[in-house]
């Protein structure tokens, strides 16, 4: 559906926690652009995000479990106040540990027809962020993120990344009000799309036309703090179906693997020129449908039970509404595969069943309205005379009493979360006690007739078990035995072999250049891309040009730290820092780090003497650091002995042994 007009755009509010805003962004794009000239440093490079990506995981769970868990408690009553930000397209959106979330609200479902629609809009941005990442564009950056579903409520989180108010280079935050396309992203831009197969189209904003790539709203922000460029509101990248083929958007790998580029705005008021970019869509479609899925299907037809019937679909772009048309070609082929095609189906329409329901519930403890209650049907055929969704409630009188139980709801006491978990349990219960219920059963097919083409297989020849099992993937609700369900987040995040790589020699030099251009040659930035081809000469044996750039690294950390301490309020170095919420200790940590590169590296290349300087001035600074007592200081410590030893101060030496780390200044 097209978006509202009037949409707030994303600007970065200061954070709510003391937790510095810019580490999870920081840490994730210094690790993209870490080195990977040998296998060692690739290896280092792909532990260091799996370390990341599961730790913002933990705390994104963490933080969905807590919110979801406490709805309808007054804000003095909750663990954690969630200041929420503008907007409406996007859902209810708020800022906490330096992440940005949204969270489909009831308003949000309203918009796009229902919440189950709206949040596939999340896996949509979710994919498009990932195609952005892998795509592995020089100068495009994208932040870290993911989606998270808990108890049929769907997040998106990702890292919150240093953009502001006059950031805006490419796209629009006003649905076409104001438009940007400056030269340099526009490049970028094509770069991108090019290798993601979109298309150059013209849309139409509220005042002008203008040539572009990818979809109208989308926001590219070159960010004055760090000089990357970022996307988001990337949920609309890749080209919506035609609204008679379903809905939802082309998955990436059909679109890269079509012949001809498509036009993200197709099918929306945006595109100027909607005939030809709906004939390429067509063509798309047909593509699919004659090409791609006979070829999925015959690939299937020899596959064992072991394969994952959903990840050979997403291989081929197939969306998983297409599971009836795949099931349907391999079904006198393979039986033992098409019972697991049955399967997936059964637990999707399941999964469809149950989220509706449990919605219902929410809407009266967050204000919203019933729109859409599940009824019991007697019969399959009173179930498929309702509406589209599906499922509304006529009762005037139960929707009178919902109205009421709402406006009571606002003012949830403590008692009130254990009611609300105690219905959302006994919902999922009955939800999965009537599996074995053949009229349930019956609006099953209904479902899964609708959503996939595809009729619901025998009730009896169904294995129960596997089918809950199933379940259990796709929502994270466990039923056991005991007629008990336990609730756990369903989680889809990024691995660290998606997230691009812009560690080599040539790309850290074009980093460089273009730092020093967006930001000047002084800047905090641009230390850690110096330390990058520090490292980098280093393994190339290019012993000058390694120093030269941990010099320089070293020089604009100690100037930065100088001019924090001292508060120079005028000093770009200061006002980097103030601005990204970075501490005087982080500055500390990164000075230490350039010393002792450049300590090891002047030890190396037999350069004794700078390398005790430059060691005992690291041991000055891990005291504040790390403190006496740590091993790290210890390791240094000796380090610096052995030195001196070499040097003939064997009783300076033997003293920072024993411990006493003062002697460094006997020298």
């Known amino acids: 559906p097209p978006l509202p007009d009037g949409d707030p755009a994303f600007v970065t509010p200061p954070s709510q926690t003391v937790i510095n805003p810019r580490s999870w962004n920081a840490q994730f794009q210094a690790l993209r652009e870490a080195p990977t000239c040998t296998a060692a440093l690739a290896q280092k490079r792909s532990e260091g995000l799996k370390e990341l990506i599961d730790s913002f995981k933990d705390t994104v769970v963490q933080v969905v479990k807590t919110k979801v868990d406490e709805l309808g408690l007054r804000d003095e009553l909750k663990t954690i106040v969630f200041q929420p930000l503008g907007g409406l397209a996007g859902g209810a959106k708020f800022i906490y540990d330096g992440i940005f979330f949204k969270e489909v609200d009831f308003r949000m479902g309203r918009i796009f027809g229902s919440e189950i629609i709206a949040a596939k809009s999340y896996s949509a941005e979710f994919l498009a962020n990932r195609s952005i990442l892998s795509a592995n564009i020089e100068g495009v950056s994208a932040p870290l993120s993911m989606t998270v579903t808990y108890k049929a409520r769907r997040y998106y989180a990702t890292a919150e990344v240093p953009i502001h108010e006059d950031s805006l280079v490419y796209g629009t935050q006003d649905i076409g009000l104001h438009m940007r396309s400056r030269m340099e992203p526009r490049h970028l831009m094509h770069a991108l799309c090019t290798k993601l197969n979109l298309a150059l189209h013209a849309v139409r904003g509220r005042r002008f036309m203008l040539r572009m790539y990818g979809p109208i709203d989308i926001e590219g922000h070159q960010s004055k703090f760090d000089g990357r460029y970022y996307l988001i509101d990337v949920a609309r990248l890749f080209p919506p179906i035609p609204p008679s083929a379903g809905h939802g958007a082309f998955r990436p790998e059909l679109v890269r693997a079509f012949s001809t580029p498509l036009s993200s705005d197709v099918y929306t008021r945006f595109e100027m020129f909607q005939d030809g970019a709906e004939k390429v869509a067509n063509a798309a479609i047909l593509y699919l449908n004659d090409h791609v899925i006979p070829k999925c299907a015959l690939q299937l037809r020899t596959a064992d039970e072991t394969v994952d019937p959903v990840a050979v ?19 006198d082929d393979n039986p033992p595969l098409v019972k697991s095609l049955e399967l997936q189906m059964v637990a999707r329409s399941f999964k469809y069943y149950i989220y509706k329901r449990l919605q219902e519930s929410y809407r009266l403890y967050t204000g919203g309205q019933p729109e859409e209650a599940l009824p019991d049907a007697k019969n399959a055929n009173e179930f498929a005379d309702v509406q589209e969704e599906g499922l509304r409630e006529t009762d005037v009188q139960r929707l009178t009493m919902v109205q009421k139980l709402s406006r009571k709801m606002k003012g949830a006491k403590a008692t009130e979360i254990a009611d609300l978990n105690l219905k959302t349990t006994n919902t999922a219960i009955k939800c999965f006690q009537r599996l074995t219920d053949p009229m349930f059963w019956a609006q099953l097919g209904v479902i899964m007739q609708k959503k996939f083409g595809y009729g619901i297989p025998d009730q009896a020849c169904v294995d129960q078990e596997a089918l809950i099992s199933l379940i259990h993937k796709v929502t994270g609700f466990r039923y056991t035995a005991g007629e008990v369900v336990e609730f756990e987040p369903a989680v889809k995040t990024l691995s660290p072999d998606v997230c691009g790589s812009l560690g080599t020699k040539q790309q850290l030099l074009d980093r460089l250049k273009h730092l020093e251009h967006k930001l000047g040659i002084a800047h905090p930035e641009l230390v850690p891309v110096l330390l990058n081809l520090s490292t980098v000469h280093e393994i190339l044996d290019e012993d000058g040009a390694a120093l030269n750039f941990c010099s320089r690294a070293m020089y604009i950390s100690q100037q930065t730290l100088k001019a924090h301490q001292h508060s120079v309020g005028g000093f770009v170095h200061f006002k980097h820092s103030a601005t ?23 030890e190396k290349y037999q350069n004794l003497d700078d390398a005790t300087k430059l060691y005992q001035e690291a041991l000055t600074l891990g005291l504040i650091v790390w403190g006496k007592s740590d091993p790290q200081h210890q390791t240094v410590a000796n380090t610096l002995a052995s030195i001196l030893d070499k040097q003939g101060h064997t009783s300076t030496a033997t003293r920072l042994r024993q411990g006493n780390s003062q002697s460094c200044c006997v020298l």
């Open 313 to 331: 679909l997403h291989h081929y772009g197939i969306k998983l509404q297409n599971l009836g048309k795949i099931t349907s070609l391999v079904r």
């Open 580 to 602: 990204m919420g970075i501490s005087i200790k982080d500055d500390q940590e990164t000075l230490l780090k350039c010393t002792l590169h450049a300590a090891k590296l002047n």
